[in-house]
């Protein structure tokens, strides 16, 4: 029995023991989203639910302690985003129902239309501890700032912060956004000068 004891204790053999845990959840995870593409960089510890409905595509970072729930929903993330610790992304809201408790109201009773996908496009940088909401797409180039509570859609190359979130700046100017998506994008894939124009009009900037 105290060989066991020890053997427990031992610092090395428990450094290995967790780690082999960390290991295998970190390439099971993969294995069930429904996308994980190369260059995907996970740091545990995190927690995934409904890994069958997110969808992460090439060379995104997220840091440790992500919650990411997508039970009924889908969360996608676009390929070369940096999304920093303490992420949580919530594809469900609660529902209340006349004659119900809260907590009687489960996924099998609640009415329909409270589930809704998140969508992450290309280039995004997410700050620590931001909380993504049912339904919001946060735009190509956008910055999240820390602490922020997204409930609602970003425009692309966006700086948005605050609880909830609101548009701040844009992070370039129009000619800067054009040449950075010169060299990125294929043409068929770039956002129109014409389309940055009426984004920034709707911000009150032209």
Not at 9 to 32: A, D, M, P, W
Not at 135 to 155: D, L
Request: net charge positive; aromatic share 10%.
């Amino acid at each position: 029995m105290k060989l066991i004891e020890r053997f427990k204790k031992n610092l090395l053999v428990r450094s290995l023991y967790f780690t082999s845990i960390k290991f295998r959840e970190y390439f099971v995870t993969r294995h069930r989203f429904a996308k994980c593409e190369e260059g995907v960089r996970l740091t545990p510890p995190y927690k995934f639910i409904g890994s069958q409905n997110i969808y992460i595509g090439k060379n995104v970072a997220i840091g440790s302690n992500a919650m990411i729930s997508a039970l009924n929903a889908k969360f996608i993330c676009a390929e070369n985003c940096a999304i920093a610790e303490g992420l949580t992304v919530h594809t469900g809201n609660h529902a209340r129902i006349i004659g119900k408790f809260v907590t009687d109201i489960t996924e099998d009773n609640k009415p329909k239309g409270f589930d809704l996908d998140i969508i992450v496009q290309e280039d995004v940088w997410i700050g620590s501890n931001v909380t993504l909401l049912a339904g919001c797409t946060i735009g190509r180039g956008c910055t999240i700032a820390a602490g922020a509570v997204v409930n609602k859609s970003t425009p692309p190359y966006s700086v948005c912060g605050g609880v909830p979130a609101r548009f701040i700046k844009f992070y370039w100017t129009i000619d800067q956004i054009v040449e950075h998506e010169s060299k990125l994008y294929p043409p068929e894939s770039r956002l129109s000068r014409e389309y940055l124009v009426d984004m920034f009009a709707q911000q009150g900037l032209m």
